[in-house]
């Protein structure tokens, strides 16, 4: 006989009547916007509250994935709430089941897994009255053009250890067949401006694709004892589990999707709140998925910033006004026009500064510090336009056949010398892979013409985008 999972918080969480849910959902995603490049997404760490309160960062998560994507099967992952219990917990009945109707669990798969590691086993009890995986599973149904078998997992222990031996065994899954949500809330119940500290430090760690960090910064939450905060992440197991699984995998990147936490709601008390972060993790051949509403608030913050600095005034953005998309570790340079005329270029190739926080720093010394230029003046503010270039990180090459000119930037180095060109540069000057080099190698590491031979060189790539022009 088959074994089917009913729902438990359908009519609490989400309506129950299927036409009203289709309705509810398509409101939640109507909100959410394509993002520009996007990549095959491999995994989602997404929120599982009521869907008043955080189905539209969960609904902007999933519409990261391409609609027609086919994956052999959904690794629901989750911690569980109601009730402890050691290991895992894989669910052996056969479907679960929405309003929207039922979707089959790969039996035969979670057997293999359960035959892999004590640490998997069948709890019942543990899943029959969970919200965290049930939640996602409408959301899914309505967005993917396809069916897609399941394999829920609900995780009951606390030991580190044991989280690193599921992720062991669940770590030759993580490919390009499957995708893995991991369902998670963040903090519960301080007030909404602790709630945004707490919650962009927890989401900072774990986008730095650190275990170790994650765990030190929850600690770091609980010493802090903020009023009214029970936990900084409910589904802390969860997500280690998944970085267990990512943290040696260089060509992942996580990326910030959205947050809001549940005073953002209509019906939100701003005194105690629930955090809500949606998180994707995609290969990283394609670096980064900017939104064009990412794209003109930086510019804005670029515009913003020069403005302040040419009044010899500091630039302060409320951190919850800071889009999600824009908290990626990036390098960046912007480029400050006036009349139309290039009137300063300052950049920073490196990852290891906040993307927007690079812009507005760059922002700020290509119309003040750039000593090839005069400095831009109050009075010429409204004569100017930016450019920003977002850039991919640099990867070494040691064949210069790799270089597309005009798709590729280069960073040459030699010793403490380097130097660089976005990969506009030679398209617009219409240079081949070598005069790009020598150039480089000349005018800007200072190295010679033929410097370039005997240094390291780098090839990243940029997204531009432009303020309108003055």
């Given at each position: 006989m088959e074994v089917k999972r009913v729902p438990a918080v359908a009519g609490l969480f989400y309506e129950d009547n299927p036409a009203l849910l289709l309705e509810q959902i398509k409101s939640l995603f109507a909100g959410t916007e394509v993002p520009v490049g996007k990549d095959h997404v491999k995994a989602l760490i997404l929120p599982h509250a009521g869907y008043i309160f955080s189905g539209e960062v969960a609904a902007t998560g999933i519409n990261r994935i391409n609609p027609d994507s086919r994956y052999d099967n959904i690794f629901l992952i989750g911690t569980s709430h109601r009730m402890s219990f050691n290991g895992a917990s894989l669910y052996q009945g056969d479907y679960f089941i929405t309003p929207l109707g039922a979707i089959p669990v790969n039996h035969e798969l979670v057997q293999t897994i359960s035959s892999e590691s004590p640490c998997f086993n069948f709890n019942s009890d543990a899943h029959i009255k969970e919200h965290s995986l049930e939640v996602q599973l409408p959301l899914l149904q309505y967005h993917l053009q396809y069916n897609f078998n399941i394999v829920p997992i609900l995780i009951g222990t606390r030991s580190l250890e044991i989280c690193g031996e599921i992720a062991a065994v669940l770590e030759?899954?993580?490919?390009?067949?499957?995708?893995?949500?991991?369902?998670?809330?963040?903090?519960?119940?301080?007030?909404?401006?602790?709630?945004?500290?707490?919650d962009t430090e927890t989401a900072n760690a774990i986008i730095k694709n650190n275990p170790e960090l994650l765990l030190k910064t929850l600690e770091k939450?609980?010493?802090?004892?903020?009023?009214?905060?029970?936990?900084?992440?409910?589904?802390?197991?969860?997500?280690?589990?998944?970085?267990?699984?990512?943290?040696?995998?260089?060509?992942?990147?996580?990326?910030?999707?959205?947050?809001?936490?549940?005073?953002?709601?209509?019906?939100?008390?701003?005194?105690?709140?629930?955090?809500?972060?949606?998180?994707?993790?995609?290969?990283?051949?394609?670096?980064?998925?900017?939104?064009?509403?990412?794209?003109?608030?930086?510019?804005?913050?670029?515009?913003?910033?020069?403005?302040?600095?040419?009044?010899?005034?500091?630039?302060?953005?409320?951190?919850?006004?800071?889009?999600?998309g824009v908290k990626i570790y990036a390098g960046a340079f912007v480029s400050v026009y006036l009349n139309n005329e290039l009137n300063g270029c300052i950049g920073h190739i490196g990852s290891d500064e906040l993307l927007w926080k690079n812009v507005l720093r760059c922002a700020r010394a290509a119309a003040t510090e750039d000593?090839?230029?005069?400095?831009?003046?109050?009075?010429?503010?409204?004569?100017?336009?930016?450019?920003?270039?977002?850039?991919?990180?640099?990867?070494?090459?040691?064949?210069?056949?790799?270089?597309?000119?005009?798709?590729?930037?280069?960073?040459?180095?030699?010793?403490?010398?380097?130097?660089?060109?976005?990969?506009?540069?030679?398209?617009?000057?219409?240079?081949?892979?070598?005069?790009?080099?020598?150039?480089?190698?000349?005018?800007?590491?200072?190295?010679?013409?033929?410097?370039?031979?005997?240094?390291?060189?780098?090839?990243?790539e940029a997204i531009v985008f432009k303020s309108n022009q003055a």
């Open positions: 030759p899954y993580f490919n390009q067949n499957n995708l893995f949500i991991i369902s998670t809330d963040f903090s519960h119940y301080p007030n909404y401006n602790d709630a945004v500290e707490l939450h609980d010493k802090e004892n903020t009023p009214g905060l029970s936990t900084s992440l409910c589904g802390w197991s969860s997500v280690l589990t998944l970085m267990n699984m990512t943290e040696h995998n260089t060509n992942l990147k996580y990326a910030h999707v959205q947050y809001k936490n549940s005073g953002d709601s209509p019906i939100g008390d701003k005194a105690g709140v629930v955090g809500y972060h949606s998180i994707v993790i995609t290969e990283s051949q394609n670096e980064f998925a900017l939104l064009k509403s990412e794209q003109e608030w930086l510019i804005r913050c670029a515009l913003n910033g020069i403005e302040d600095a040419i009044n010899s005034r500091s630039t302060n953005l409320p951190e919850n006004e800071i889009p999600d000593n090839r230029f005069s400095a831009i003046v109050p009075e010429d503010f409204n004569k100017i336009s930016v450019e920003i270039s977002v850039l991919t990180p640099p990867k070494m090459i040691d064949n210069i056949d790799l270089i597309i000119p005009g798709k590729h930037g280069i960073l040459i180095k030699k010793g403490s010398q380097q130097g660089t060109f976005l990969p506009h540069v030679a398209k617009k000057m219409n240079w081949n892979t070598l005069e790009m080099l020598e150039h480089c190698s000349r005018d800007k590491a200072k190295i010679g013409k033929d410097g370039w031979k005997k240094s390291e060189i780098y090839i990243y």
